[in-house]
Structures are given as structure tokens and as C-alpha cells.
């Protein structure tokens, strides 16, 4: 497969991405992947729009100020994440002869999943995605959702703190980004 990634000057893009066999690793290890998400900082500039960290996944909105960069700001993430993660935390944890070839830890999936925005109204979809995802997966609600952007939505008056009750669920429960 000859994938082609769009670099669109100045876009914001929606990132997914996902643990390797969707592992229930990153809310327990939170504070890594917030400093992983830091040390891509030091690094690149960019911009999260929003964010919502699951147990096995990530959605983000973000805005680099060099669109090219995307891709090594996902990179450094996981690599940051990967170097620090204790693999002996996981019980079935054993690399593959493709993993040890690549010389990869096997925590992440190889790729990513992105969509550059290119309109207001997709740019609100997709946050309404990102904020959904607890309801979506675990049946919670968003304000009682700690590892999402929700909460500054709402205090920001973008959102009712009630928001995604049932009747909003089916009108976003079409987009999928996993």
C-alpha cells in the first residue's frame, strides 16, 4: 500500500493512535504519556486543540506550526512513551520476529490515523468526536471523563457540562475515526 500523508500549510489535523493488539495501557500510565506529550514540545511547536486519552487509544486536534512535522511530533510521542513504558507490566508481552527486526518494543501500532481538517464545520465534528469517545466506549459522560479536553471546553462556553446526553449521541454516532 502506497499511503500518502496530506501536509496542508496552517491546517489543524485529527491524529488517532492506537496501543499495539489495543492494550489497556495508557490511562494506568497517564503521566507518561503526558510527558511524552512534553518532550514533543521541546522539540516541535504545535498547538492540541483538543485531546481525549482512552485506555488503548488517543484522539487529538493539533496545529503544528510546521505542517511537515506532524508525523515526527506522532513519532517522538510514541517513542518517548515506548523507551519509558515498563513492558513487564504487561502479562502476554512477547515481540514478534517482525518487532525485533525493526528493533520496536511492540507498544504502540505502526501507524497512525489522521485527517487534516479543511472546514468549520468538520473542525466541530471532529472535537464533538474526540469529547464523545467515553460515551462512545464506556458509556460515560464526558464531564465525568478526566483524560479529555472536555472540562475546558465547558469552562470556555463551547459546551453545556450535561453535553452528549443521548439524543446529541446519535447525531455524531456516523463518524468514525478508529
Not at 105 to 117: K, L, N, P
Request: hydrophobic residues 35%; proline residues 2%; glycine residues 0%.
Amino acid at each position: 500500500m502506497d499511503y500518502k500523508r496530506l501536509y496542508i500549510p496552517n491546517s489543524i489535523v485529527f491524529i488517532t493512535i492506537v496501543t499495539s493488539k489495543r492494550r489497556n495501557i495508557l490511562i494506568k500510565n497517564i503521566e507518561l504519556l503526558k510527558l511524552s506529550i512534553l518532550n514533543a514540545h521541546k522539540y516541535y511547536n504545535f498547538k492540541i486543540y483538543a485531546i481525549c486519552v482512552m485506555k488503548d487509544h488517543v484522539h487529538l486536534l493539533i496545529k503544528p506550526d510546521n505542517i511537515n512535522e506532524y508525523s515526527k511530533i506522532i513519532l517522538l510521542i510514541k517513542r518517548t512513551f515506548s523507551k519509558k513504558f515498563d513492558i513487564n507490566s504487561i502479562e502476554d508481552y512477547k515481540l514478534s520476529e517482525s518487532n525485533i527486526n525493526r528493533k520496536e518494543r511492540d507498544v504502540w501500532q505502526r501507524r497512525f490515523w489522521e485527517h487534516t481538517i479543511r472546514a468549520e464545520e468538520d473542525l466541530y465534528r471532529h472535537i464533538d468526536y474526540i469529547h464523545y469517545n467515553p460515551m462512545k466506549h464506556y458509556q460515560i459522560m464526558p464531564k465525568d471523563w478526566k483524560y479529555s479536553t472536555f472540562d475546558n471546553f465547558v469552562k470556555n462556553g463551547f459546551y453545556e457540562i450535561n453535553w452528549c446526553n443521548f439524543e446529541d449521541k446519535y447525531k455524531i454516532a456516523d463518524l468514525d475515526c478508529e
